[in-house]
């Protein structure tokens, strides 16, 4: 099971600095990569590396997310799994925690800012969205 290091917090802060004027790329900095980038900088486990290169669109994203699992919610459980993250009630969700969330037809990853807001990113968006608790289903602490 990976481990949080000691000064995860201030690592989260600063990829939140850094990604805040990020653009939205397919690929680069999408919902899923961010979420997996914030695993990376609190645990030193990086969980994108089957998706880094694999696509630039959503039909690449799409089919990279088949390859792996079937869809964003079955890679995430399946990555879940096998790395020990502890689901949780959407309710005790800390900041770092990794949101499966659902916006009318429409999927992402969020994670929990360090002002107790899930953020996401999307196509059009610089930096953040946030996401309302409402849209919130499935919740994963990591490390």
Known sequence: MMQRFE????RLAALFERAADR???RGRHDCALFAGEAVFV?????????FLGKYKTRRGADGALKRFAGTMLDATVKLAAAHGA???????????DIAYVEMGDLSA???LDLAGTFV???PGV???LPVPRD?????????
Do not use: H, N
């Open 7 to 10: 000064d995860w917090p201030e």
């Open 109 to 111: 990853l969020a994670v």
């Open 135 to 143: 849209y919130v289903l499935r919740v994963w602490r990591f490390g």
């Open 42 to 50: 609190m645990t030193g486990t990086d969980l994108r590396k089957p």
């Open 120 to 122: 996401t990113t999307g």
């Open 86 to 96: 502890v689901e949780i009630e959407p309710g005790f969700a800390q900041r770092g």
């Open 23 to 25: 653009p939205f790329r």
């Open 126 to 128: 610089i930096g953040f």
